[in-house]
């Protein structure tokens, strides 16, 4: 395998490589049907593509409440001025989401207490879509159904894939580390008590290997 010091772009990567990034790429992300639901959550995060996304489905008349979660990460303490919920509340106002329909919840900092926290703000919603980064959908929806089970859930996330998704303070070799270790989570936080358990396909689990080996360990648990 030859593995570039800093992959720019999955044409960077080996046939190998590449092949295992996108099995990857492909079972993070999730892409529920959507139907009209008491609130649309935006879990805060580097990426305010979610925000988009997030205030489109407010724009298309998805949800009536917006809930902005998350407070200042390993990967945003120095991206953002305050929160990722301001960060994202504020990128939502400007689309067009009013402020009255946005609720902030600035505590968070991992995907289980945005979901809980969530869950203590909008004590009244049945339905609810969460609107993450792509490759984090999965986790989100296994993380609901453990924190949050007595709700009916979908996971949707910025329509991109995935050429598209690094950022310039967030390069594709930091996308693929950061797919090695949300899979690497799926099978400790399913021990832990965190999420719902997930089944992942020996294919996926034989792709985490392959990136694993090459050196992707950058966000392992």
């Not at 009209?36 to 805060?44: K, N, S």
């Not at 693929?176 to 689990?205: F, I, N, T």
Request: aromatic letters at 8%; proline letters at 6%; a negative charge.
């Amino acid at each position: 395998m030859s593995l570039p010091r800093q992959p720019t772009a999955i044409s960077d990567l080996s046939p190998d490589l590449r092949e295992a990034a996108r099995e990857l790429w492909d079972f993070h992300c999730v892409y529920d049907d959507l139907a009209p639901a008491d609130a649309i959550v935006c879990l805060g995060s580097y990426d305010l593509r979610v925000a988009d996304r997030g205030a489109a489905l407010f724009a298309g008349g998805v949800a009536a409440q917006f809930l902005c979660t998350g407070a200042a990460g390993n990967w945003t303490h120095q991206l953002y001025p305050g929160s990722e919920a301001q960060a994202f509340a504020e990128r939502a106002r400007a689309l067009g989401v009013p402020a009255s329909a946005i609720l902030l919840e600035e505590d968070a900092r991992n995907i289980g207490e945005n979901i809980r926290f969530a869950a203590q703000l909008l004590t009244d919603a049945k339905r609810v879509v969460f609107v993450t980064k792509p490759q984090t959908q999965r986790r989100c929806q296994a993380t609901v159904l453990k924190q949050w089970p007595d709700i009916e859930v979908a996971v949707t996330a910025p329509l991109v894939g995935l050429s598209e998704q690094p950022l310039e303070h967030h390069d594709f070799s930091a996308v693929l580390s950061e797919m090695v270790g949300d899979l690497a989570r799926m099978h400790l936080y399913e021990k832990l008590g965190y999420q719902a358990p997930v089944c992942v396909p020996k294919a996926v689990q034989d792709a985490f290997e392959v990136l694993l080996s090459a050196g992707f360990d950058a966000h392992m648990p």
